[in-house]
């Protein structure tokens, strides 16, 4: 009858077990395997090459300042996206005239890839951080708005008709009905926008900019520094998963600490 | 409030379902109830029963001011129902408890609608969870129960608050034949326990039979009234009635009234 105890502990060994076998022969092969197929150093750099270009003789500072510059563009873009995409989601779900008039809009301008604006938003914005903050806030905002709408829309029938029966009236359905059940589809259309927000800023960035991983990534493209340019790759995915970590972690916290009302 | 003494009262109620389009393809309206006069007294347990799509819903739903009548007059305590009325509880096939609160909060829900949260609701709540054996389950989410255990929490909400007339439309409908047994059995201890006045729609002839003072019959939609049935026995039930005769003679009765009339409008 109560809830089931999890049994996570028991497979601990087995889930990480793989995964770390997996890695460490991947880690191997990188290393003793030929990889310089063309005989000119230009295919991929040797893994102690890599770990040399992060370790303390590398260059650090470059990618942290590099990296921090990106992160600020995600961030404060994702922001913009996420809260313009829950209010407008929110307006299209309740409101059928607005949807209609306006969700064709969102459609269309969700079709135009990002990066096609990012020479328009260079020019309105500039090269610092703003046009990149622009091109971000872009990107987030639809899967946002996209599931938003769609939680307001799919709202449980039988919730919306238990509390009429109670006496609820349109606002307490609202805001203890609707509202609350926002939550999981806000977080799935965030799950997808923190992704994207660190594709934007990058991909912003590497058609012009000042500062920033996309900035860095192309001035060791020029200096043939492929070492480098492999260990901003690999900073990448560790920031990357983190991100989508948190994300998860904070669906988890949000989820469990709702205020129950 | 000046009552007629009666809880409930049906008078010439009917239903139609509209229909929609026009011309060749237009979806005729579906008369769902007819003719439908049902009085209910203070502190019975009346059961609807019929065939599916008898409207056996519909009229819980008028009652509970959902839906209005075509015709015909919806009387509680004695008040024409123009909406919901904060002296109903309503439990539904689903249980549609809200994910994200815990099962006390589930509860008070209602509370919370109609006013503030005082400390003699909750404590109204934890003596209801006591007795449908969900004490030490308060703070539990709803997805940590079982479906016989959520169906009890709706059923406390629709308690919680003190409403003089319950409105049950197969809350136990989605539960194994077993639990629905002993969720029967705790039901009929709560009703006796609070004194109020409940109306239960089923399909289930047994559960009608075992938990009511009145079973009300009804036909084949356009739902109308056949029979009432009282079953003669004390308001305690328990699982050993159900294995008398006299329990069997009842149901028997009951079976072969609801066939009848299926054969009759069908043939």
Redesign the interface.
Known sequence: MTAPAPAANLGAAARWGGLVAVTAALLLAWQILPSDVQGDGSSVPKLDAVLKALGPSGEWGAYLKALRVTLGEAFFGLLIGFAAGVVLGVLLGESRILRQGFYPYALALQALPPIALAPIFVIWFGLGMQSKIGLVAAATLFPVLVSTMAGVAETDRGRIEMATAFGASKSQIRLRIVFPGLVVPIFSGLEISVVLSFLAAIAGELISANAGIGVILQVYQRDYRLAEEFAVLMILVVVGLALALLVRLARRLVLERMPNE | MATTGHAVELAGLRHVFAGRGRGRRAVHGVEAVKGVDLTVEPGEFVSIVGPSGCGKSTILKMI???LRPAEGAVRVWGEPVT????D???A?Q?A?L?P???V??NCL??V???GKVTAEARERVTGLLERAGLAGFES?RP????G??RQRVAICRALA?DPRLLLLDEPFGSLDALTREQMNIDLNRIWRESGKTAILITHGIDEAVLLSTRVVILSERPGTVVEVVTPPFPKARTKELMATPEFAEVCGRIRDRLFASEQRVGG
Not at chain 2, 83 to 86: A, E, K, S, T, V
Not at chain 2, 143 to 146: G, R, V
Request: a neutral charge; zero cysteines.
């Open positions: 509970a001011g959902l909406g919901p009325r904060r109903i509880g309503i539904l689903d549609t809200l994200w609160r815990d006390m909060s829900f209602p919370e609608l109609h539990r997805k940590e129960l079982s016989g255990m608050d």
